[in-house]
C-alpha cells in the first residue's frame, strides 16, 4: 500500500479564495450542494497562496484493514501509519474541477480535517459523479459514524 503510485496529481492555488472555486464550479457546471458550499465558507477551508501540485492516493476502507468499515479516526490513523497524509480542504474543490471525465457511479471522500458546518456538523468534501450530475458534496462526520470497507478515500501520497 504504501509504494502504490499516484492516483492523481491535482494543481492547488487555482483559484484565490472560495468564492473564486464556487465561481469556477459553476462556470464549468459542477454542482455543489449546499454542505460543501457551507464548509467552503469557514475559515478552515484555506487556499494555497502559490500554485502547488499534490499527489493523490486512492484506498478503501478495505484496503487499509476495515472490511467490515470503521471510524473517520481508524481510517485516518491507519492512513498516516502508512505514510499518507492528510488533504488540504482545498483538495476538494480542486479536484472537483480537475476531474471532468469522472465515471459515473463514482464517489470519492477527501481525508481532510473536518469542517464544522452552519449547524455544527463535521464534513469532509466528497467528488461525486451521478445520474444529475458531476458534484462537490459533503460527507456527516460523527465521532460514532462507522464508513463502510467500500467507501473510497483519497490522501496526499508520502514522499
Same mark, same amino acid.
Given at each position: 500500500?504504501?509504494?502504490?503510485?499516484?492516483?492523481?496529481?491535482?494543481?492547488?492555488?487555482?483559484?484565490?479564495?472560495?468564492?473564486?472555486?464556487?465561481?469556477?464550479?459553476?462556470?464549468?457546471?459542477?454542482?455543489?450542494?449546499?454542505?460543501?458550499?457551507?464548509?467552503?465558507?469557514?475559515?478552515?477551508?484555506?487556499?494555497?497562496?502559490?500554485?502547488?501540485?499534490?499527489?493523490?492516493?486512492?484506498?478503501?476502507?478495505?484496503?487499509?484493514?476495515?472490511?467490515?468499515?470503521?471510524?473517520?479516526?481508524?481510517?485516518?490513523?491507519?492512513?498516516?501509519?502508512?505514510?499518507?497524509?492528510?488533504?488540504?480542504?482545498?483538495? =476538494?474543490?480542486?479536484?472537483?474541477?480537475?476531474?471532468?471525465?469522472?465515471? #459515473? &457511479?463514482? %464517489? $470519492?471522500?477527501? *481525508?481532510?480535517?473536518?469542517?464544522?458546518?452552519?449547524? =455544527?456538523?463535521?464534513?469532509?468534501?466528497?467528488?461525486?459523479?451521478?445520474? #444529475? &450530475?458531476? %458534484? $462537490?458534496?459533503? *460527507?456527516?462526520?460523527?465521532?460514532?459514524?462507522?464508513?463502510?470497507?467500500?467507501?473510497?478515500?483519497?490522501?496526499?501520497?508520502?514522499?
Amino acid at each position: 500500500l504504501m509504494q502504490r503510485p499516484a492516483w492523481k496529481s491535482v494543481k492547488l492555488g487555482i483559484q484565490p479564495n472560495a468564492d473564486g472555486y464556487r465561481s469556477a464550479l459553476k462556470d464549468n457546471g459542477f454542482h455543489l450542494c449546499d454542505w460543501a458550499n457551507d464548509i467552503m465558507g469557514k475559515s478552515a477551508f484555506t487556499v494555497s497562496d502559490q500554485p502547488i501540485s499534490v499527489d493523490l492516493v486512492l484506498v478503501t476502507v478495505t484496503e487499509l484493514g476495515f472490511p467490515k468499515g470503521t471510524t473517520r479516526a481508524k481510517i485516518y490513523e491507519r492512513a498516516l501509519e502508512l505514510g499518507f497524509k492528510l488533504c488540504p480542504p482545498e483538495v =476538494g474543490p480542486s479536484l472537483r474541477l480537475q476531474y471532468p471525465d469522472q465515471p #459515473n &457511479g463514482e %464517489w $470519492l471522500l477527501i *481525508g481532510m480535517e473536518p469542517i464544522a458546518d452552519a449547524d =455544527g456538523g463535521l464534513g469532509v468534501f466528497r467528488v461525486g459523479h451521478d445520474d #444529475n &450530475g458531476r %458534484w $462537490l458534496g459533503s *460527507g456527516w462526520d460523527y465521532p460514532d459514524s462507522l464508513w463502510d470497507g467500500s467507501y473510497r478515500w483519497l490522501f496526499v501520497r508520502g514522499k
